[in-house]
């Protein structure tokens, strides 16, 4: 998944405004206690981390 991608996706779900603030803040386990920046900064496949985000923040299945 490309960048562009992911973060269209995480606009869509969270709101154009709320997505960059969800992904600088919202520290998670399953990112190995990183945050969304952090991980995708670390090398993080952009598909796997949007899979962690879809189950932690439970997004619907149409939208995975």
């Known amino acids: 998944m490309r960048l562009t991608v992911f ?3 995480m606009a ?3 709101g154009p405004g ?3 603030t969800f992904a600088r803040d919202h520290v998670m386990s399953e990112l190995g206690g990183r ?3 952090e991980a995708l900064d ?3 496949d952009a598909k796997r981390v949007w899979q962690v985000v879809c ?3 439970d997004v619907p ?3 995975r």
Do not use: C
Request: charged share 25%; net charge negative; hydrophobic share 40%.
């Open 35 to 37: 945050t969304v920046h």
């Open 18 to 20: 709320y997505a960059d």
């Open 42 to 44: 670390a090398g993080w």
């Open 55 to 57: 189950t932690v923040m």
């Open 61 to 63: 299945g149409e939208k």
């Open 12 to 14: 869509e779900h969270f």
């Open 7 to 9: 973060w269209q996706r």
